[in-house]
């Protein structure tokens, strides 16, 4: 059998006239063979995930049609697994082998090399702190406007670490693209600086690992691990604004290293000195450096943005889409990749190609955003026009309690179940992000989250739980739309959580 690419160019030629017109272009010229056994066959070079979902469901008939006529000798590939790896990173040398040559040395290291098991991220190798993302990188950055700034001091961090700008804080609202510039700010640096150790992580689990340190009495391996590190990379610092005894060994780490010359990068979405429970102390330290603030991009800068990811994503937008997806998005970097992702996924999946109406039909346009929130419930649809303040207010009311009575530590099974409602109609109905509803309770991001997932389960298997949501559902609708006088709805409430099954069936918060 052939070493080199012969027979698998001959099967690709195969390949083209067994697919139909207007997808071989996309993915087929990069498409690599790897492996074949007698189990498996395994692809590479597969550009994005999008292709990866369209050959495994619409094209891999196909691919065991050309093989069958190619490799006869290796049986029935109808019989066999398909596997495909996206990237083409390490590949360019490898060609369809004999089957002893797959359990080589060479074979093992590019299957560990290119689809790394969750086990390695543990080891010691800086690289391994971070996620792999070939994209994140200065060169593929989208410098605009709104952004040049922030962009300019990173790599001035980068060209002098612990000199320039030390702390280094990029704070502003969700989808600005501050997490991109860190990830790729940290990239860069274990590029330029293989032998340094970097770590990077969120302060949710900064905060989670002090909280697990501090009960199994190991605060001096905590204090080791994060003080002996050459640059500190924390986003979302507002996360600790809920923890005092956290916020005060956070500034302690940094005191620490930057007096060993070490770099601190930070994000937030505020400036530290305006988040509400940060700690003045801690707050002058984070702002002892450069703070810069990342605003929202304008139009221009997101029709900019979303030209580049559409091309790197190998996604055929028209300049008439592309128009239409910012006039109907709010300046949010987050959901201008999600709109994408979803154009190219129904594309592929379902074999549409993406136009304008494709756009308007997985798009509300402007004026239906514009119109409120709705939920549907039990089949009716209901529009939430008022605002979260009212919506905890209403759900206190509900169960005869005080805003201090759900911030407090109580832990007695109304003030419990209040948090619940409260954390499940906020990220439901209003799309509110867990931190976000955190910082308002006074609860960590963990506890909201898990408070959500209890909320979740509870509305599955629980039938008084799900009637109660639902009835404070509509309640905060007539509310808001003054459908119902207030007689009326204080009655209908007080009806309800006078209702006998008054237990917790899932969790606490």
């Known amino acids: 059998m052939d070493l080199d690419n012969n027979r698998w160019k001959i099967c690709k030629s195969r390949l083209r006239e067994l697919l139909p017109s207007g997808c071989r272009s996309n993915w087929l010229d990069a498409l690599l063979l790897v492996k074949i056994t007698s189990k498996k066959v395994v692809f590479a070079g597969i550009p994005h995930e999008l292709h990866r979902l369209d050959i495994k469901n ?12 190619s490799y006869p000798e290796f049986g029935e590939f109808s019989r066999k697994r398909f596997e495909y790896l996206v990237g083409s990173r390490g590949t360019q040398k490898l060609a369809v082998q004999e089957e002893f ?22 080891k010691a190798s800086p690289l391994s702190i ?26 001035q961090v980068l060209l002098n670490p612990a000199k320039s700008f030390n702390p280094f804080l990029i704070y502003g609202k969700e989808g600005t693209g501050k997490s991109y510039l860190l990830q790729a700010l940290a990239k860069e640096w274990l590029i330029e600086h293989p032998e340094n150790k970097l770590m990077m992580l969120n302060a949710e689990s900064f905060l989670n690992q002090f909280i697990q340190d501090i009960r199994s009495n190991q605060m001096s391996k905590f ?54 429970g940060l700690n003045s102390n801690l707050a002058n330290r984070l702002e002892s450096g450069l703070s810069i603030d990342l605003p929202s991009p304008d139009r221009k800068s997101c029709l900019q943005i979303l030209q580049n990811k559409a091309k790197n994503s190998q996604i055929e937008l028209n300049e008439e889409i592309c128009h239409y997806i910012i006039n109907n998005l709010p300046p949010n970097i987050c959901q201008l990749e999600g ?29 239906e955003m514009s119109r409120g929130h709705q939920q549907t419930v039990n089949n009716e649809t209901y529009t939430f026009d008022s605002s979260e303040d009212e919506v905890i207010k209403h759900v206190c009311h509900a ?4 805003l201090k009575d759900v911030k407090s530590g109580r832990r007695d099974q109304r003030v419990i179940k209040a948090r619940q409602y409260i954390v499940y109609i906020l990220t439901k109905d209003f799309g509110m992000s867990l931190s976000q509803i955190g910082q308002f309770l006074g609860r960590s991001h963990s506890t909201i989250h898990n408070a959500l ?36 709805l204080q009655s209908s409430e007080k009806t309800l959580f006078n209702l006998p099954d008054f237990t917790l069936k899932a969790g606490s918060i």
């Open 58 to 69: 619409n094209h891999e008939g196909h691919l065991k049609s050309a093989l069958a006529d």
């Open 453 to 488: 997932k209890n909320a979740q389960k509870s509305m599955e298997i629980d039938e008084v739980y799900r009637h109660q949501i639902i009835s404070i559902r509509k309640g905060i609708n007539s509310l808001s739309n003054q459908l119902v006088p207030p007689q009326t």
């Open 223 to 276: 204090r080791d691990k994060f003080r002996n590190t050459d640059i500190l990379i924390l986003e979302d610092v507002q996360v600790l604004s809920s923890s005092p005894q956290c916020q005060q060994e956070l500034k302690h780490t940094i005191n620490t290293l930057k007096e060993s010359g070490k770099q601190i990068i930070l994000s937030a979405n505020n400036l530290p000195s305006r988040i509400t």
């Open 130 to 155: 971070i996620a792999n993302f070939e994209s994140c990188r200065f060169k593929n950055f989208v410098i605009c406007e709104f952004n040049q700034l922030a962009f300019k001091a990173a790599e």
């Open 101 to 122: 040559l797959f359990e080589s040395q060479e074979g093992e290291n590019f299957f560990k090399n290119d689809v790394p098991e969750v086990g390695a991220y543990k």
């Open 399 to 402: 169960f005869r309690l005080s």
């Open 339 to 367: 709109v994408l992702i979803r154009l190219g996924a129904h594309s592929s999946l379902m074999g549409e190609k993406i136009s304008l109406e494709l756009a308007k039909k997985l798009i509300p346009n402007a004026d």
